[in-house]
């Protein structure tokens, strides 16, 4: 079965560090891959999106990477700040479904000062 | 701001109830989408409306229905409430011919079926 999998745990880290979040997925073969930033009862806003044909993305503190070899991406926020803490959610999209996006449960992360 | 804007932003009704939700769409934005968002849940796609035709559907049933009129605006329509129909229900917009293109998701209508 198809599952887009992000770690559920908390991720708790200093202000000033770098956070990193993985999402794996099994059974898709994505087009592209999309983050998103999603606050306490908010809608998700866009991040990045990266191509299966592309490594590497960054804007500003934000940096992606995708393996579609691992089929994983890593979502990294360099020197973090305490307005980061939200949930970020990886969401892919393949070549069959275009318009559907399938999202990950996200990973919550808490950025203390 | 994104420029979607979702009505109601709360609502409680009873199982067995039906129930609208409305969606207006980023300017010049033709395709709408909604999601529903389960609490600790990523969203879930419910279907796609590009120029008034749905031309995608998740694995929902058909007592979830939408609407997009000519001017983008959306609605969402559920029919027969249960208890597992509680949920944030997103509206996302985007432009239609970028298939590549981020979505706008506006704030939500909290629903509760008690």
């Known amino acids: 079965s198809q599952k887009i999998e992000q770690n559920s745990e908390a991720l708790n880290i200093q202000e000033g560090k770098t956070a990193t979040l993985t999402c794996n997925y099994t059974?898709?073969?994505?087009?592209?891959l999309q983050w998103y930033r999603q606050d306490p009862g908010r809608g998700p806003v866009f991040l990045l999106l990266?191509?299966?044909?592309?490594k590497e993305k960054r804007k500003e503190r934000l940096k992606v990477t995708f393996d579609t070899t691992l089929k994983q991406s890593l979502f990294h926020i360099t020197a973090s700040q305490p307005a980061d803490s939200a949930t970020y959610l990886c969401?892919?999209?393949?070549?069959?479904?275009?318009?559907?996006?399938?999202f990950g449960a996200g990973t919550q992360v808490v950025v203390t000062p | 701001e994104t420029g979607v804007t979702q009505s109601p932003t709360h609502l409680i009704k009873t199982r067995g109830q039906q129930v609208t939700l409305r969606c207006s769409s980023q300017?010049?934005?033709?395709?709408v989408s909604w999601y529903q968002q389960a609490l600790g849940q990523g969203p879930q796609f419910i279907f796609q409306y590009y120029r008034e035709e749905e031309n995608g559907r998740g694995n929902f049933p058909p007592r979830f229905s939408g609407l997009q009129f000519p001017n983008y605006s959306s609605e969402l329509n559920v029919n027969a409430l249960e208890l597992d129909d509680s949920a944030l229900y997103l509206c996302a917009s985007k432009l239609g011919t970028t298939n590549t293109g981020e979505l706008f998701f506006g704030e939500g209508s909290r629903l509760t079926v008690l």
């Open positions: 990266i191509r299966e044909n592309e």
């Open positions: 300017s010049g934005h033709n395709t």
């Open positions: 969401a892919l999209m393949t070549t069959d479904s275009w318009g559907k996006l399938q």
């Open positions: 059974n898709y073969s994505p087009a592209y």
